[in-house]
Every structure is written in structure tokens, then in C-alpha cells.
């Protein structure tokens, strides 16, 4: 069992920055697969962000591309969103999540097994 907790979300106005933690109860060096998603008000979760086991391959939703950076530090079981040039658009509950297998469907949400509970961002105009 894999706990995992996000922080650093808040109120940002837009085109400023954040940066998200999620850090993993359990050693995780390589287990996992990580991913970000988000669920924006009155929406479904979606996908943001991926990154493999080794942390050598990313992935990124279209509307996050060339602003968001996933990165991970497996000594310290930690995955981490950059998120910069916020735009209000971007506002919604977001959450990591692992991920045992390697299939392709990296963006599912059902391909992982394990969430946190979610950080609140939201981005004023």
C-alpha cells in the first residue's frame, strides 16, 4: 500500500507560479509510474502530467505543454508539478497518482492504483 500526499497548491494570480509536491509513504525508487491529474469544478479528472520509472520519459496534456515540468526524486520519494504562466483555466483540485503497471495508457485515470487526496490551485484573472 502506497500513501501519498500532495502540498503546495494555493491562490496565485495568473501568469505566476507553483509548485506541487507529492510525497510517497513508501519507497517508491523506481516502483512507480507517477502521474498528475486534475479536476477542475463541475468537471471530470484529467489528465495533466506523466513521468516513467526512471524519470527519463514525460508526457503532458496539450494545455499544459511548454508551461508545466513533472519531475521526480526517487531518493527522497518525492514527484513534483512546476506549473508557470498559470491562467485561470488551470484552476481545480489536483492529484498525483501511482501507477504499478507499464502499459501505454498513461493517461488514464484508471490505469493507477494509488491517489492522494488532492491540493487545492486556484489562479485569479
Known amino acids: 500500500q502506497v500513501q501519498l500526499v500532495e502540498s503546495g497548491g494555493g491562490l496565485v494570480q495568473a501568469g505566476g507560479s507553483l509548485r506541487l509536491s507529492c510525497a510517497a509513504s513508501?519507497?517508491?525508487?523506481?516502483?512507480?509510474?507517477m502521474g498528475w491529474f486534475r479536476q477542475p469544478p463541475g468537471k471530470e479528472r484529467e489528465f495533466v502530467a506523466a513521468?516513467?520509472?526512471?524519470?527519463?520519459?514525460?508526457d503532458y496534456a496539450d494545455s499544459v505543454k511548454g508551461r508545466f515540468t513533472i519531475s521526480r526524486d526517487n531518493a527522497k520519494n518525492t514527484v513534483y508539478l512546476q506549473m508557470n504562466s498559470l491562467k485561470p483555466e488551470d484552476t481545480a483540485v489536483y492529484y498525483c497518482a501511482a501507477d504499478q503497471s507499464a502499459t501505454i495508457y498513461y493517461s488514464r485515470v484508471g490505469e493507477y492504483d494509488y491517489w492522494g487526496q488532492g491540493t487545492q490551485v486556484t489562479v485569479s484573472s
Open positions: 513521468i516513467t520509472r526512471n524519470g527519463v520519459i514525460t
Open positions: 513508501a519507497r517508491t525508487s523506481g516502483a512507480y509510474r
